[in-house]
């Protein structure tokens, strides 16, 4: 009997829109892949290539009703392709199910794409400024007090790093951080007798999309410590979804767990030189 069910369900032709659903959720792989290799390799304009990677975003979409549609004339003409459906349908939930959390941060968060820890005097992009060009890049010069206004709404963590080490220090620490998360440095200045303040400029990148974000490091004296600003500013899209002051937040974080753990230490090597001579004095004394 089983034998005979079986030979009879093969014998029934396949939906062919079931069929149809997995070619277009396997295109949309293939389209969306494609267009994330572009961005990131910059093979077109930014807007071209990122109207390429919606496009694939469509088809997926538009797999998804295919595949509905497939499912009811299955259900009604008792065809096969089942199995068709579920590949399509895991397909295009690996492809829209990033963008929907893009989508669902693009609802929440304000659309602005310039983070900072000082928005009266923002660390300034100079190098940067230089490779911000093109009808499709935002501006070099920071968004203004709206956008300040927005932050301090969204972001009120984000602070400036107030750290107990000499602004040398506060230096090769930032730029140690930044080398370690691999962003690509453009213009790296320490602070000098001289010149007070260091630079730090820096080219990060979106995890997945590759998406240029500037970043702006800069190191003032602050009493016996010094005080780090940053900048995060996305290049070419005008909703940074959250990116750039998640960046900032765990770079601050990193900076002080780093600057923190050198105290300890510093303290540590001053403390024998200071009983010698406490015992230098003692015996002046006698």
């Given amino acids: 009997m089983a034998r005979r069910f079986t030979a009879a369900y093969q014998s029934e032709?396949?939906?062919?829109?079931?069929?149809?659903?997995?070619?277009?959720?396997?295109?949309?792989?293939?389209?969306?892949?494609?267009?994330i290799i572009v961005i990131r390799?910059?093979?077109?304009?930014?807007?071209?290539?990122?109207?390429?990677?919606?496009?694939?975003?469509?088809?997926?979409?538009?797999?998804?009703?295919?595949?509905?549609?497939?499912?009811?004339?299955?259900?009604?003409?008792?065809?096969?392709?089942?199995?068709?459906?579920?590949?399509?349908?895991?397909?295009?939930?690996?492809?829209?199910?990033?963008?929907?959390?893009?989508?669902?941060?693009?609802?929440?968060?304000?659309?602005?794409?310039?983070?900072?820890?000082?928005?009266?005097?923002?660390p300034r992009f100079e190098a940067l400024a230089r490779l911000r060009t093109g009808d499709d890049a935002n501006p070099a010069v920071y968004a203004g007090?709206?956008?300040?206004?927005q932050q301090r709404i969204a972001y009120p963590e984000i602070e400036p790093a107030t750290v107990e080490v000499p602004p040398q220090k506060a230096y090769e620490t930032a730029l140690d951080l930044i080398n370690k998360r691999k962003w690509l440095v453009v213009d790296a200045r320490p602070p000098t007798p001289?010149?007070?303040?260091?630079?730090i400029e820096a080219i990060a990148r979106t995890?997945?999309?590759?998406?240029?974000?500037?970043i702006a490091v800069r190191i003032m004296p602050d009493g016996p410590g010094a005080r780090i600003d940053l900048r995060s500013s996305s290049r070419n899209i005008p909703h940074d979804l959250g990116s750039n002051a998640a960046r900032i937040a765990r770079l601050v974080e990193d900076i002080n767990e780093v600057t923190d753990s050198i105290k300890p230490a510093q303290k540590?090597?001053?403390?024998?030189?200071?009983?010698?001579?406490?015992?230098?004095?003692?015996?002046?004394?006698r």
């Fill in 207 to 214: 995890p997945i999309m590759g998406f240029r974000e500037d």
């Fill in 145 to 149: 007090l709206y956008s300040a206004e």
């Fill in 13 to 35: 032709p396949v939906s062919a829109l079931a069929n149809w659903a997995r070619r277009l959720a396997i295109f949309a792989l293939i389209a969306a892949i494609v267009s």
């Fill in 41 to 122: 390799a910059g093979y077109l304009d930014f807007k071209p290539a990122l109207a390429t990677f919606f496009g694939a975003l469509a088809i997926a979409g538009l797999s998804i009703l295919v595949s509905l549609a497939a499912f009811a004339s299955i259900w009604h003409n008792g065809l096969r392709g089942m199995g068709r459906i579920l590949v399509a349908l895991l397909l295009d939930l690996v492809i829209l199910a990033y963008p929907a959390y893009l989508a669902w941060q693009y609802r929440k968060l304000p659309p602005i794409y310039d983070i900072t820890t000082d928005p009266i005097d923002p």
């Fill in 268 to 285: 540590k090597q001053l403390t024998p030189a200071k009983g010698a001579a406490q015992a230098k004095g003692g015996q002046t004394k």
């Fill in 194 to 199: 001289q010149r007070r303040e260091g630079k």
